[in-house]
């Protein structure tokens, strides 16, 4: 089975994230306008840590396949992976979980959004297997009333092994989400697609 990986950039945000998240609702308020009301949010900092040990694990992915991509929002996966014919295992290394945020599982998805993509992809039998890995304050969505809960693993980054997924991964995409990166830290994604075009000798656009 197919195992392909997205990344959201806005994991690396993880230790400050819950100080601005709730702040943000797309297209409507992003970092940008944040940060220019309240000045101090320009102070929070990503976990170099995870940043470092994710830029290893692309890298390494880099080294055996150019079949990477590069979206600005995550919902956009959805035209990338509607062209799949067979199921896959999806992988989504996020701080947020995407499943759904309204909590209302017998609902179709009527307009897709960057939080609700996961189940839009559930509803259409695309994923076979779906693992979120998020941070570890991360919210977990409710699962009581999920039907696809045998197709869901919920994961910790700091537990999670990069090196067994980077073996698996057949196909990546990359999320750069700035409206939850302060604009100080947005380049670092810029770094990963510089990773990607350095190795494979071509341009990565982002879409």
């Not at 690396?12 to 609702?25: A, Q, V």
């Not at 290394?93 to 759904?100: A, E, M, S």
């Not at 897709?112 to 259409?124: F, I, M, Q």
Request: charged fraction near 25%; aromatic fraction near 12%.
């Amino acid at each position: 089975m197919k195992t392909i990986t997205t990344i959201d950039f806005d994991i690396i945000m993880g230790p400050s994230i819950d100080g601005y998240n709730d702040m943000i609702d797309p297209p409507k308020t992003d970092m940008d306008t944040i940060c220019e009301k309240f000045p101090y949010f320009n102070l929070a900092k990503p976990n170099l840590w995870l940043y470092e040990y994710l830029t290893r694990y692309i890298t390494e992915v880099a080294m055996k396949t150019d079949n990477i991509k590069f979206i600005t929002s995550h919902e956009q996966i959805i035209d990338i992976l509607s062209e799949k014919i067979e199921p896959f295992n999806l992988v989504n290394i996020d701080h947020h979980h995407d499943v759904n945020y309204r909590d209302e599982w017998k609902e179709p998805i009527i307009e897709v959004n960057s939080g609700n993509w996961v189940k839009r992809l559930l509803d259409t039998g695309s994923i076979n297997h779906y693992t979120w890995v998020g941070n570890h304050n991360s919210i977990i969505f409710e699962t009581s009333d999920c039907p696809y809960m045998n197709k869901i693993d919920i994961e910790k980054i700091k537990d999670y092994d990069l090196g067994k997924l980077a073996v698996e991964t057949e196909e990546l995409i990359l999320c750069y989400s700035p409206a939850y990166i302060p604009p100080d830290y947005r380049a670092l994604f810029m770094i990963w697609r510089a990773i990607a075009e350095e190795i494979h000798d071509k341009d990565y656009i982002l879409i």
